[in-house]
Every structure is written in C-alpha cells, then in structure tokens.
C-alpha cells in the first residue's frame, strides 16, 4: 500500500463522520470546553443602558461651561432620578447616566468650589458608554459547533443567559500495548521494560477537548487481549483510540485485531514521524491505531484524529495558524514524507527564527517538551539556513477551539 499524504487522509476520514452526539443543557459553570449544539443570540443589549465610562460629573452639554449645584449622587448599581435642569450629578463608573444628562466630565477636570461644581465644556457623549454599544439584542454571540472557551462563557453571561445547550461529551477509550511498557508508580523498571508515557499524554489531550476517557488501560503484545479489549470497547464508546503496534512487526496485533473484528480503511501516512497509523472500525466503532513512539503519538494524535474527533463531537473545525518564521537550521537531506520538526521560535517579529529542539527522533519526548511549534517540511523539501518555513503553534494542536 502505497504511503497516503495527510490531506488526503483527512478528507477520508473525516468524510466518515456521519453524527453528532446527543445534546444536553448545561449550567455556564459548566460550559468550558463544550461544543455548543445550537446558534445563541444575545436577548438582551449590552449596556442595557448608557451608563458611566468614568468617576466624574454627568451634566447637560447645553450647560457648559458652568459652575452647577450637585443634584443627585450615582453611585453603580443605584437608579438616577432625570437631571434638575440646570445642575450636575455626581456619577460614578458603571453608573446610569440619568436622562437630560448628555456628557460625563471625569472628576479630574472638574473643579469643586463652595459654589458648585465647576466644569468645563463638553463634546456630546463624551465618556458615555451607550446603550448596546456592545451588543445589540439579537446579535449572535457564538455559533454551533464552537468550543467555549472563557471568553464565550463571559459573553454568554453579559447577557444573563445561565445555561447552553451543549454536545454530551464524546465518549473515547483508550488503549495502549507493548510487553514492555510499565505505568509510573508501580515498582522500578524491569530488565528490557520503559514507562508507559502514552497512556497519560493521550488521556490529557482528550481531556483536553472536553472528552470523556471512559477507559485508559493497558494491554499485553497479546491478540486475544487485543481482540477482546476492542470488542467490548466498540460496546460502549464512541471512538477507540489505540497506540502501539500498527506497525509492520511480528509483535503489533492492533492492525491484525481490525482487521478480524472490522475493518481498516487506512494506514501508513506520509508523514513524520507517525508513518503507521491504522483507521478502521471495530464493530462498527470507529478505531485509530496510533504509533507507538511517543512524538508520533502525540503528533498523529493532534494531526489526524483530533480533528476527526472534533468533527464527531459536533464542532467545526477553524483552521489550525499557521505561520511563516524562517529557519535557524538546515536540513539536507530532503525526504520522501512532509515532515513535521519540532522547533522553538527565538527572537520577535520579522527578526523571529525557527531553532530545531534538539534530535527529531521520534521517540524523544524532551524535544517535543520544548517545543512552541512544529516546522512544516513539505515532501521532498530541503531546508536551508534563512529559509522560510511555515510553523504551527503547539497550543492549536491540543487546546480546543482549531481543527
Ligand atoms: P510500537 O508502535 O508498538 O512498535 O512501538 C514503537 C516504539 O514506541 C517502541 O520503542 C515502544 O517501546 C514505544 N512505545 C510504544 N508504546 C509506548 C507507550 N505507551 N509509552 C512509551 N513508549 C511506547
Ligand atoms: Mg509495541
């Protein structure tokens, strides 16, 4: 089978995305890294009415420049009373502007005299915030399919809305395998054994998207425990995200056990890292078999079935940034896949350079840990010191909200 490029596997397995989970309301404390099911629209305006930009003096333009009398004090929070022709309230941030007042003036310009309040003139609405300025009712404030971030939530409550209608969270489980793999906290390493890193950086970045890990467990090189896992998984989840052992040695039963108990639509991708990856289902559960290296773990997990999961989770997928930094480095040897190097961004804006982390081997973590981006080296491509490249930032691989 022949290596498939990552666009081309995208198209195909997102084309497989044929539902969205069931809907359900949600408390706004509960909203963050939600999908949200449904268009909101704001019921109501934002201020819901002028109110004060600054501590100072709210006056009628007309009357200015004057010295006034004080004829009421506003404090945020408490209704005016419409101005007594003729003279100024003391008004405080946040506070409505009474009617009959048309400008604010801050208290640093105002002079106060036994007389009253001297005060300057005054362009009309000056440090007045007007009603809906923000926002008007009926605006739309987020849209299906979005991922609530803080921000979102915030907006939503501006308008007294408490509670969103939202996707049930997907539901994955997780599995990963290898003879030689031990979970931290259990004992020192045995001869020929290494810990299991997989298994918590997949959990999180699932986590990360508002997923529910439903089951993260461990298997043996063994088919049978393969098999049986998958299956009874297949009963329950939504996804089944496997890692390990879709690679071509007489050891990886993953690929094998699809192939028994589904199907396999693909494998082997034209990247690195992260060459074998498998897509299929189990009993009509959608599976992907990651590879079992570490960085082609994480990346294939971020590149390939992040934004699969998105979509199946109701959202849309925004396009992940990307950017052009040029390179600190040089890389010779063009290869035959579109390789993705871990790099940091040193320096800012046009002077802003791409350094590699240290080696790209796919199975070192420190060099992933390090990273702000990943460089973008397309097939075929060598990389010369001072070339540009096109880089994407970390944070858009595992935090929700890009695709
Ligand atoms: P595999 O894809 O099973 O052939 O594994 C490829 C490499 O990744 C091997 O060196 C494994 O020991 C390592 N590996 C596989 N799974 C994990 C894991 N969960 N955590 C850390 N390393 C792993
Ligand atoms: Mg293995």
Not at 331 to 359: D, K, Q, Y
Request: with cysteine; charged share 20%; proline share 9%.
């Amino acid at each position: 089978m022949p290596l498939t490029p990552l666009a081309e596997a995208l198209e195909i397995i997102l084309g497989t995305v044929d539902a969205a989970p069931h809907s359900e309301q949600v408390g706004l404390e509960d909203g963050l890294n939600r999908y949200i099911a449904q268009d909101v629209d704001a019921p109501c305006a934002v201020p819901p009415a002028d109110n004060s930009a600054m501590d100072g003096y709210a006056a009628c333009s007309k009357d200015l420049p004057g010295l006034l009398p004080v004829s009421q004090r506003i404090p945020a929070g408490h209704p005016p009373v419409a101005l007594a022709p003729g003279t100024v309230a003391r008004i405080f941030t946040g506070a409505e502007v009474p009617s009959g007042a048309d400008v604010v003036i801050p208290q640093e310009e105002a002079e106060v005299t036994e007389a009253g309040i001297r005060l300057p003139p005054a362009e009309v609405g000056q440090h007045i915030r007007p009603r809906g300025d923000d926002i008007q009712p009926g605006d739309c404030l987020v849209t299906a399919g979005q991922c609530l971030r803080p921000q979102d939530v915030g907006l939503l409550a501006s308008v007294g809305i408490d509670s969103v209608l939202v996707y049930q969270p997907l539901r994955v489980a997780v599995f990963t395998t290898g003879d030689e793999l031990r979970d931290p906290g259990q004992g020192e390493l045995g001869p020929g054994q290494i810990f299991n890193s997989n298994r918590f950086a997949l959990a999180h970045q699932l986590r990360a998207l508002g997923m529910e890990v439903t089951e993260n467990r461990h298997l043996p090189d063994d088919p049978a425990q393969i098999s049986s896992a998958l299956q009874s998984a297949a009963k329950h989840a939504d996804c089944i995200v496997t890692v390990g052992g879709v690679s071509v040695g007489e050891e990886d039963y993953v690929r094998g056990a699809i192939e028994k108990h589904g199907s396999l639509s693909l494998w082997r991708l034209a990247i690195k890292p992260g060459k074998p990856l498998a897509f299929g289902e189990v009993c009509g559960t959608p599976v992907f078999g990651l590879p079992g290296n570490p960085v082609s773990a994480w990346i294939t997990f971020a590149l390939v079935a992040r934004p699969w999961l998105i979509r199946r989770q109701g959202g849309t997928l925004p396009a992940v940034p990307r950017f052009p930094v040029q390179a600190s480095f040089s890389l010779a040897r063009p290869g035959n896949r579109e390789e993705f190097l871990r790099v940091c961004l040193i320096g800012h804006g046009r002077g802003m350079r791409a350094a590699l982390t240290g080696s790209q081997s796919s199975g070192v973590l420190t060099s992933l840990g390090q990273a702000d981006a990943l460089a973008v080296i397309p097939a075929g491509t060598a990389v010369e010191e001072g070339d540009w490249l096109e880089v994407i930032p970390l944070n858009a691989l595992w935090q929700p909200g890009y695709g």
